[in-house]
């Protein structure tokens, strides 16, 4: 949910009111560099003419601007009406018309869990024969998004059931590229360098993490995307994906050895601005601003792509600061995971259009046409990347097509009484100095508690 709420900040390069009344599309057909011959390629196999698809999700404001430009090509490709809903209580109301039997005919899905609930209460239509492999051939690390998109259905066969569109990347630490200058500090490409930075920085007299975690009622949440990051760069996929289902306990020593990764950052005074006690008191949207201080009261901060929103007014990134990868460690040969969010859309009242639907959204364009608008990244392989509205998406992107792994946020996977509260807590006491072992089986009792 946390990935949710807050990926609407992350949007750049706004641009409202682009389809006019009447039908203005800003992007000719045909001209710029858009990967149009899939467009053509589409439109020549559809004739959906006179027919309507009804689509919902989490989308609203200047995101609901954009996607409406972004499916208004698909009408002009196939003459069918695109109507799409955005709300801000959309998993209420999915699950409301779905039971109901008014369903719209496409639903875009923040979380994987909610779309893998429905599916395996028979509200959702698996996509055509085919589309698992397609997506493994042409998404970066495109067995992750297969893996992502395939759920039990009611009878307990897993099945492919959604194509993600739009994505959110985690795995980024933010720095000021003047600060960096100015100290002589390298770009870290390894886990080792980046500990090893983080010592530099302190016998150099630095501090080289800002920190934060409070959220109001969700303080915590910044800590659990630590420990995911861990997860991922100390143990395997596989593991990740037990740890997540409840298969791996929370107290496995796997998971323990994440979080003491998270602490090794998180609870050493000279490594944190304000020392370790500050981190579970400090709010995540204040927690950047040592980076902008004059000496920087921090180099590093690590965050996901929406917190330039809460940067200080004018900040360009790109200039006043930049991100670059969260790095794996070399010694453990894990690859390059990133940890991230997306939406996954899925078929929730099947007719013709709506699994043409689908197969627009494997076209490049499909995915294009709002990379161009900003606030847009995505794994689809195939996308001509310069399209991207400005230079920090467009890094954002490679990040994921360079990924050997993507990973969904985990506390936005497991059942919420663990991910939206008793991971978050558990983490505060961790990082105020409870073992990590002790808030590890704190949490796993309150996960029992709930089978």
């Known amino acids: 949910m946390k990935a949710r709420f807050y990926a609407g900040a992350a949007a750049l390069a706004l641009c409202t009111g682009m389809v006019q009344a009447d039908g203005h599309q800003p992007f000719a057909v045909g001209e710029g560099d858009f990967s149009w011959d899939s467009y053509t390629a589409f439109a020549d196999a559809y ?24 499916f ?27 039971r109901s039997g008014s369903a719209p005919n496409l639903a875009v899905f923040p979380q994987p869990g909610l779309a893998a609930d429905m599916a395996s209460q028979g509200l959702l239509t698996p996509l055509a024969d085919g589309s698992a492999d397609w997506v493994k051939d042409n998404y970066a690390a495109g067995q992750s998004w297969v893996d992502l998109g395939t759920y039990a259905d009611a009878d307990g066969t897993d099945q492919m059931y959604g194509i993600f569109y739009r994505v959110d990347v985690k795995s980024l630490v933010w720095y000021s590229p003047e600060a960096f200058d100015e100290a002589g500090y390298d770009i870290p490409e390894t886990m080792e360098d980046l500990k090893a930075l983080t010592d530099q920085i302190v016998e150099e007299g630095g501090t080289p993490w800002c920190i934060g975690l409070g959220s109001g009622a969700a303080t915590g949440w910044p800590a659990t995307d630590w420990v995911e990051e861990m997860m991922l760069r100390t143990q395997s996929p596989a593991d990740y994906d037990a740890w997540v289902s409840n298969e791996m306990k929370f107290d496995d020593p796997k998971v323990i050895e994440a979080i003491e990764e998270f602490g090794a950052f998180a609870r050493n005074d000279a490594y944190v601005d304000g020392g370790a006690s500050a981190v579970a008191n400090t709010d995540f949207r204040d927690s950047p601003s040592g980076l902008f201080s004059i000496p920087p009261k921090c180099y590093m901060h690590r ?20 991100f670059f990868y969260f790095p794996a460690y070399a010694e453990k040969d894990l690859g390059k995971p990133v940890l991230g969010a997306g939406t996954v859309v899925a078929i929730t009242n099947p007719s013709d259009a709506a699994n043409a639907f689908i197969e627009f959204l494997k076209t490049p364009i499909a995915h294009e046409l709002w ?29 994921l097509l360079n990924a050997t792994t993507f990973r969904f946020d985990a506390s936005d996977l497991m059942p919420g009484e663990i991910g939206a509260g008793a991971f978050w807590t558990g983490m505060v006491d961790y990082t105020t100095g409870a073992s990590a072992e002790d808030v590890a089986k704190s949490i796993q009792e309150r996960w029992d508690t709930i089978q």
């Open 47 to 70: 004739d959906l003419s006179g027919q309507t698809i009804e689509i919902t999700g989490p989308w609203t404001g200047n995101e609901k601007e954009k996607v409406d430009i972004a």
């Open 72 to 98: 208004s090509y698909f009408t002009s490709a196939t003459g069918a009406t695109v109507n799409y809903s955005g709300s801000d209580s959309f998993e209420q109301d999915i699950v409301i018309s779905s």
């Open 303 to 322: 965050q996901a792509s929406f917190i330039p929103a809460f940067f200080p007014e004018g900040t360009s990134v790109g200039d006043d600061v930049d």
């Open 371 to 399: 990379m161009a608008q900003g606030g847009f990244l995505t794994a689809h392989a195939g996308v001509n990347t310069d399209l991207y509205a400005d230079a920090s998406l467009k890094a954002q992107g490679d990040i």
